[in-house]
């Protein structure tokens, strides 16, 4: 299952690339552990890469207990 909670509710990696990016994306990759600390509120972080059109990848990331999120575009 690479189903994880944020801000209390399920999400899968398309979901979660819809609440960084603010719209759905054309593909999304597994959520992995970010390693790293929200710098809001010193919850988990989460990753996700996604492709929010054809010629773009982003790795975007995701606090699971705030609105934290950033995103990385490569
Ligand atoms: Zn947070």
Known sequence: MSNRVVEGRMVTS???AEMIEGERPM???EIEDADR???ECGGNVISVGYMPSVTAFV???KCQDCDWSEKEDQ
């Open 59 to 61: 790795t975007g990331y």
């Open 37 to 39: 600390e929200c710098p």
């Open 14 to 16: 398309e979901t979660l």
């Open 27 to 29: 593909e999304a990759t």
